[in-house]
């Protein structure tokens, strides 16, 4: 009887021991290939290692020495930003130019005839810097600057650009949408900030995206997240798809805040991603590449795919995407359709203002925009409708998950 209690106490101990193994093992942070397009990457982020400091020609120097005011200032001029890049300025003394104030030091009197002064507001609650001008203006807070004296000039003026041709801001009509308010799926403000994160990863991979589908209406609609909706819809050009991302997502050292848990079709025709955080299926996202759509050689209108699991393909018109504007979803930017109105007709028809059940919703008929597209081969959905297996990583981040949830009495 003791020997059985022994034999039992030991095989207790040998499994409470490799299961204390396994967790070690999948709890360590995996290290990093020495060589590799990702190696660079710092402290388990995916921000850039810190760009360099660029050293400007005199008569870049001798510009920057004329302009004086007694408080810090951006430069925003988008055409002398493109000759600092250049690193050979040419500006005559008659030309004026745009820069940025904070608006906290708006009550002090500024006399520059150089300068063309625009406030901003920066607001802690907000990831957007709100420009005052004629035309308002919305531009993320994420940029990297270096400092000359008291001038902040942005450090990667390629995508300072991209941020100032998508600036212009547009608002939500914040209609009244009735429909019964107990039933939640997607808490809407947790929700845009796992969206904001994915659209911060995406921008580091020179990636821009912008809203679609039914968040792209819920934004304009109602200014939030349909409440009842199952995931979120963003869209990037398919010419300014960054493959080296997902592969990222991919590795066993992702150090990204997301997964990808499927993968439809090919980059090229119908490509589209569903990607998770790692916090265990909370908020699934759907990554969309839009496409041109070229007649007689001219481009007519964009489109999105769609895959089912028989392989028929699907296709989602509208008509030529301007997704040029800057919006407000929750404190958070996005960009959206400078015309939303008309690609939301497309999309959803007359009906538009009316609240329609995701439950009730078919994603590859209830548009108005949807037709069929071909169809892939047993074979190619092998190889094209790819989903993530669960491993102990996943398991787990999940009993994390769990566990963090659980009240402590």
Not at 228 to 257: C, G, Q, R
Not at 269 to 293: A, N
Not at 313 to 336: E, M, Q
Request: with cysteine; proline share 5%.
């Amino acid at each position: 009887m003791l020997m059985i209690f022994r034999r039992r106490r030991y095989t207790i101990f040998l499994f409470l021991l490799i299961l204390v193994l396994i967790l070690y093992i999948c709890s360590r942070k995996p290290r990093k290939p020495k060589y590799g397009r990702f190696a660079g990457l710092q402290n388990e982020t995916l921000l850039p290692n810190s760009a360099r400091v660029p050293i400007y020609h005199t008569n870049c120097i001798s510009i920057l020495n004329q302009m004086k005011l007694p408080v810090p200032f951006l430069i925003i001029d988008i055409d002398f930003l493109k000759m600092l890049d250049k690193n050979y300025c040419k500006w005559s003394s008659d030309e004026v130019l745009k820069v940025a104030v904070n608006s906290k030091y708006s009550p002090i009197n500024y006399s520059n005839s150089k300068l063309d002064i625009i406030f901003y507001e920066n607001d802690s609650a907000k990831d957007y810097l709100d420009l005052k001008s004629e035309v308002r203006r919305l531009i993320p807070k994420k940029f990297q600057t270096h400092w000359v004296e008291n001038i902040e000039i942005p450090t990667n003026i390629k995508q300072f650009t991209e941020f100032w041709k998508r600036s212009k801001f547009i608002d939500c009509l914040k209609l009244e949408v009735p429909r019964d308010k107990s039933y939640v799926f997607m808490p809407a403000e947790p929700a845009v900030e796992e969206l904001a994160q994915l659209r911060d990863e995406l921008i580091e991979f020179d990636m821009y995206p912008f809203l679609n589908g039914g968040t792209f209406l819920g934004w304009y609609r109602e200014c939030s997240i349909i409440p009842h909706t199952t995931d979120m819809d963003l869209s990037v050009f398919a010419k300014d798809y960054n493959p080296i991302y997902v592969e990222l997502l991919h590795s066993y050292w992702n150090p990204s805040s997301f997964e990808v848990w499927r993968m439809l079709g090919m980059v090229e025709d119908s490509f589209e991603i569903t990607i998770q955080t790692k916090k265990w299926f909370e908020y699934p996202i759907d990554l969309f590449l839009m496409y041109e759509g070229i007649e007689n050689g001219k481009l007519t209108h964009h489109w999105v795919g769609g895959i089912a699991t028989d392989g028929t393909k699907y296709k989602f018109t509208y008509p030529i995407y301007d997704p040029w504007c800057a919006a407000d979803l929750h404190g958070h930017i996005f960009w959206v359709s400078c015309n939303p109105l008309e690609k939301i007709l497309a999309e959803y028809g007359e009906d538009w203002k009316k609240d329609h059940l995701s439950s009730e919703y078919r994603w590859n008929y209830s548009q108005k925009n949807v037709q069929t597209n071909g169809k892939y081969t047993a074979e190619q959905m092998k190889m094209l409708y790819r989903k993530a297996t669960i491993g102990f990583r996943a398991v787990h981040r999940a009993l994390n998950s769990f566990i963090s949830r659980i009240p402590i009495l």
